[in-house]
């Protein structure tokens, strides 16, 4: 059972811009870098947001990050069919003595 | 470029031990930069961390894990390895290695390799 929520799904035409949430708390995004994650059908996972707002190499600028105190936000401008997907947030959770990493609930982009 | 590529039975009895190998080519499993971690997700749901592993064998597991689990590493084969004991259909998943940068990021991701727990 994840701790960081996020909407099971969201949707928009080619072209246009999607939101996804993340929600957490203070032991999680509160006080940890959080990252993004997309995974397309039937593939691995692929890092797309790093250290709250960073893109790896080969990562296009329509997808950008963000976080304020617990929650976190990954934006996809200029829709794509390609960006059909799942995608995932993830941080590190100190809640536990030993800690942990913890993804989060996961979203459904479809594109209309 | 880095690669990672799991390996192991796609199909364990229940009660037996899952062993599952990660191969890294293109770069060190001995680098001081990162650490080496598995990860999970059953048919149709979501990641679950199972634990992760420093060059030096430092380790981390997640706690509903941790009874069941240990993961090693063999510097000298560039090989990380992941065992789960007590299987049930539970744990049935795709098994993904990785390479963890920073705060546990997992940023490289091998394909996955589905194992079944089936009598």
């Known amino acids: 059972q994840s701790v960081l929520t996020q909407p099971p799904s969201v949707s928009a035409a080619p072209g246009q811009k999607v939101t996804i949430s993340c929600s957490g708390s203070?032991?999680?995004?509160?006080?940890?870098?959080v990252s993004w994650y997309q995974q397309l059908p039937g593939t691995a996972p692929k890092l797309l947001i790093y250290?709250?707002?960073k893109r790896p190499s080969g990562i296009p600028d329509r997808f950008s990050g963000s976080k304020s105190g617990t929650s976190a936000t990954l934006g996809i401008t200029g829709l794509q069919t390609g960006d059909e997907a799942d995608y995932y947030c993830?941080?590190?959770?100190?809640?536990?003595?030993?800690?942990?990493?913890?993804f989060g609930t996961g979203t459904k982009v479809t594109v209309l | 470029q880095l690669q990672l590529q799991e390996s192991g039975p796609g199909l364990v009895k229940p009660s037996e031990t899952l062993s599952l190998t990660c191969t890294v080519s293109?770069?060190?499993?001995?680098?001081?930069?990162?650490?080496w971690g598995w990860i999970r997700q059953p048919p149709g749901k979501g990641l679950e961390w199972i634990g992760s592993?420093?060059?030096?064998?430092?380790?981390y597991y997640n706690p509903s894990l941790k009874s069941r689990v240990t993961i090693s590493v063999d510097t000298s084969k560039n090989q990380f390895s992941l065992k789960l004991s007590s299987v049930t259909a539970a744990d049935t998943a795709v098994y993904y290695c990785?390479?963890?940068?920073?705060?546990?990021?997992?940023?490289?991701w091998g394909q996955g390799t589905l194992v079944t727990v089936s009598s």
């Open positions: 250290d709250n707002n």
């Open positions: 293109g770069g060190s499993i001995s680098s001081s930069s990162y650490y």
């Open positions: 592993i420093y060059y030096s064998g430092s380790t």
């Open positions: 203070s032991s999680n995004i509160g006080n940890n870098y």
């Open positions: 993830g941080t590190w959770d100190s809640s536990l003595s030993a800690g942990l990493y913890v």
């Open positions: 990785a390479r963890l940068s920073g705060t546990m990021t997992p940023d490289y």
